[in-house]
């Protein structure tokens, strides 16, 4: 039989009559894993798989979506040609004929209704070089002061936590090398396990090195199941139990007293302000037991170093950024920053979500993390790219600001690149409407997206196995991203397609770019002297020394692996600790006798955000194919709902259908959906607009609703 097997698997390999390798990244999440694509030609057919390739951050790992990524790239319904929607119908134009009509229907809007009705759109999956040019297209070539990105409803209240607490925003302030070497760590509202699969090495190894784990989500997850300690709090109160755990540290003395006077501001009115409050409260807001709350905070505070990580569970919440801030204050009145296996990590989201926030696609943005008031920031900017300083726009509006504003009339044209708001956006029935209201909608994408389908005229973009270009990751390493497999049917690279709108709208000369490569030249110069500084990276230095960790000012320096070891990035060079009141200054949706649960969204391993991509992946695809309600057995009951069933979930705003999954270990008064499908099971249906103050994250993590069998499978 073996024998059998073994003539079988030789003759099949001597039919490999070629074997291509292409050079890639993962075009998913923030640990931008390096991996290979080998293609084999057997007789007349094509096969792929993918390995991964060693790199300081993933190590030659790979999680399922990086081995099937290709799956989508190949898909057959990748768009392939521009699409004009007449009558109703998508019909295949011309490059030629798209760009007229962007140049006819661009002018036009700005002609009847002012520069600033035309909005611009962008995303944190497109390479620094686009996400830098995508800014310089809305700004100089538009002269639209509206431009915001799907980093707004992902990355927005870490980096302005960060911005704020230590004046300048890494999401890493150290490398993932140093988490091995820690002695205790935070978790809160992160899915390292599912969410950036190839970091949880790091995370066990420093578990094998003794170090003690805090979880702090209201679910068990792969996650949380690594953790010595759950603190499984009740949707959307981090702040409180935040507190409570500054509260013990302060008052059991736990604190850097030296570390504080030399190096922080604002210690005193936080310290007033935590001793103001009872543990009693913060158990009674949080659900979580004031003897967890009280170990939670003594093991972090008593272990000589400790390391905090972030993500989108704190974070997309109306009080995201002052939850961030509040774990920040823990760090810094433990004085746990700045020194060796201390500091803090906001997990980045998406591929590129760091560079992406650095080259101005932000509103309130321009390259290298530069200020868009700031009238030497603006100054430089304008000499960069060869404008008057007077003829920059000004501040826009965040992401869901842009979508009311297309309802008040205010923009009525729109250029969206690599995003899918239909699915992506709170409130998403208010978004839909406001997209078909548009004079005029331009999307480039990959797919048909949800969002697409709205669309006027669809633009084909290559995918990460075609388009070249620099992705700085989770870690504020800036990798090279190579890519030469060739671009299917008319298909062309997003950087391209910015190039070629400008042209048409009479810009060329300061578009002329011929590779991305030409691009990132102008990029580093705009970025000089700036906080996200990248002047002293060039392609070459990526392709040899395999990633740069910014800031990186000339080209003799050899990138920063441990921000704050001497001061922080404020003028002072102090780090600001501020109070964060238990109290949401938006106030957060609550439940009430008709919408009795709380509701929280993310993630599972195998689809990635909107699942455009992922869902057209056979191999991921069949891991979820559809989308489920997490519930405990106890609520199950109470609502009558079997496990396996149809489950209608309705909020104030509106109602989905998606199929009940029980769950011994969510809490009882948490339901949990992940937001990977559209339509009738587009989650963003039931989350509301409110927005965090500070920084206009959506808070996608708490709503308010009601469950019920979709028919009539009462239990027996
Ligand atoms: N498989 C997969 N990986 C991804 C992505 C993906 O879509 N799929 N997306 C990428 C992107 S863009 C991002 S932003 C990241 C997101 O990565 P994560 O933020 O880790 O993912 P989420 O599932 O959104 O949320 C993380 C956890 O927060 C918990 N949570 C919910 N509400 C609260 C709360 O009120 N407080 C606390 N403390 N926790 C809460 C959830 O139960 C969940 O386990 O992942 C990246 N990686
Ligand atoms: N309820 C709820 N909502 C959420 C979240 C949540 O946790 N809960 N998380 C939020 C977060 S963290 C994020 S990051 C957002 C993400 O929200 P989106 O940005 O809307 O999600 P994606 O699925 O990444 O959409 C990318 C689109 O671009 C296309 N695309 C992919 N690659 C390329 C390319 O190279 N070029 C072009 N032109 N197109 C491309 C894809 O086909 C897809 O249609 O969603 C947010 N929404
Ligand atoms: S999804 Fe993230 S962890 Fe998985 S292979 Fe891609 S980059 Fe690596
Ligand atoms: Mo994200």
């Known amino acids: 039989m073996t024998e059998m097997f073994l003539k079988y698997f030789r003759t099949k390999q001597q039919k490999v009559e070629s074997e291509k390798t292409y050079d890639t990244q993962c075009p998913f999440c923030s640990m931008q894993c390096k991996m290979q694509l080998i293609e084999q030609s057997i007789v007349t057919r094509k096969t792929y798989k993918t390995i991964g390739k060693d790199n300081p951050t993933s190590e030659g790992r790979l999680c399922i979506k990086g081995i099937h990524a290709h799956q989508h790239s190949f898909h057959r319904e990748r768009l392939k040609y521009p699409l004009l929607k007449v009558n109703g119908e998508f019909v295949r134009i011309t490059w030629e004929e798209a760009l007229d009509k962007i140049k006819e229907n661009f002018t036009s809007i700005q002609a009847e209704d002012g520069l600033n009705a035309l909005a611009v759109y962008g995303s944190a999956s497109l390479t620094n070089e686009e996400a830098y040019l995508l800014g310089k297209f809305a700004r100089s070539a538009l002269k639209t002061k509206y431009i915001d990105y799907n980093g707004r409803l992902c990355m927005s209240a870490a980096a302005s936590a960060a911005s704020q607490t230590f004046g300048m925003d890494r999401g890493f302030t150290n490398s993932l090398s140093e988490i091995p070497y820690t002695r205790c760590i935070i978790l809160a509202g992160t899915n390292i396990a599912e969410c950036q699969p190839t970091m949880i090495p790091y995370v066990e190894k420093a578990k094998e090195n003794g170090a003690y784990i805090i979880a702090i989500d209201p679910r068990e997850t792969a996650t949380t199941k690594l953790a010595d300690l759950h603190l499984q709090l009740k949707p959307g109160t981090d702040v409180a139990l935040t507190n409570g755990l500054l509260k013990i540290i302060i008052e059991e003395n736990y604190i850097n007293k030296s570390f504080i006077q030399e190096r922080v501001n604002g210690f005193e009115e936080v310290k007033e302000y935590v001793s103001s409050l009872t543990l009693e409260e913060i158990e009674d807001i949080t659900g979580v037991p004031i003897a967890q709350i009280r170990k939670a905070a003594i093991k972090f505070g008593k272990e000589e170093t400790g390391m905090i990580f972030t993500a989108r569970g704190v974070e997309q919440q109306t009080d995201g950024s002052i939850a961030v801030r509040n774990l920040l204050n823990i760090l810094l009145s433990t004085g746990k920053i700045g020194k060796p296996h201390c500091g803090y990590g906001a997990i980045t989201g998406q591929g590129n979500g760091q560079g992406a926030r650095e080259h101005g696609q932000k509103a309130d943005q321009l390259p290298g ?127 391209q397609i910015i190039c070629e709108m400008a042209r048409v709208l009479g810009k060329e000369k300061a578009f002329s770019y011929t590779s991305a490569e030409e691009i990132f030249q102008e990029l580093r110069v705009a970025s000089r002297g700036g906080k996200a500084d990248y002047y002293g990276i060039t392609y070459e230095r990526l392709r040899k020394e395999g990633g740069i960790l910014w800031p990186c000012p000339d080209m003799g320096h050899s990138g920063t692996k441990r921000l704050f070891e001497a001061s922080f990035s404020h003028p002072n060079g102090k780090a600001v600790m501020v109070i964060a009141p238990n109290k949401s200054v938006v106030a957060k949706e609550q439940t009430s006798e008709e919408f009795p649960l709380l509701l929280t969204t993310g993630r599972v391993m195998s689809h990635y955000l909107t699942g455009v991509q992922t869902r057209k992946s056979a191999a991921l695809a069949a891991r979820n194919v559809e989308s489920y309600l997490e519930i405990h057995p106890t609520t199950a009951l109470k609502y009558q709902i079997p496990d396996h069933a149809l489950v209608k979930i309705e909020s104030k705003r509106g109602g989905i259908v998606v199929r009940s999954k029980w769950s011994e270990t969510i809490r009882m008064d948490t339901v949990f959906v992940p937001f990977h499908w559209g339509d009738s099971q587009n989650v963003n249906l039931l989350v509301s607009k409110k927005l965090d103050p500070d920084c206009r994250m959506p808070g996608f993590k708490v709503t308010a609703v009601r469950v019920r069998p979709l028919m009539d499978q009462l239990l027996q």
């Not at 009238?375 to 920059?392: F, K, P, T």
């Not at 029935?429 to 797919?447: G, T």
């Not at 990460?464 to 049917?489: H, I, K, W």
């Open 369 to 495: 993390y530069r200020a868009i008031e700031n009238e030497e920031h603006r100054a430089y900017i304008a000499s960069v790219w060869g404008i008057d300083e007077a003829e920059l726009p000004g501040k826009g509006v965040s992401a869901y600001e842009m979508i009311e504003k297309i309802h008040e009339v205010e923009i009525t044209g729109l250029f969206i690149m690599c995003s899918n708001p239909v699915v992506s956006h709170p409130n998403a029935q208010f978004v839909i409407n406001a997209l078909k209201k548009l004079k005029f909608f331009v999307a480039a994408d990959l797919f048909l997206s949800e969002t697409a389908k709205l669309a006027d005229l669809i633009l084909p973009a290559s995918s990460y196995l075609e388009d070249e270009g620099t992705m700085t990751n989770v870690e504020g390493r800036v990798t090279l991203r190579e890519a030469s497999f060739p671009c299917q049917g008319e298909v062309k690279h997003d950087w």
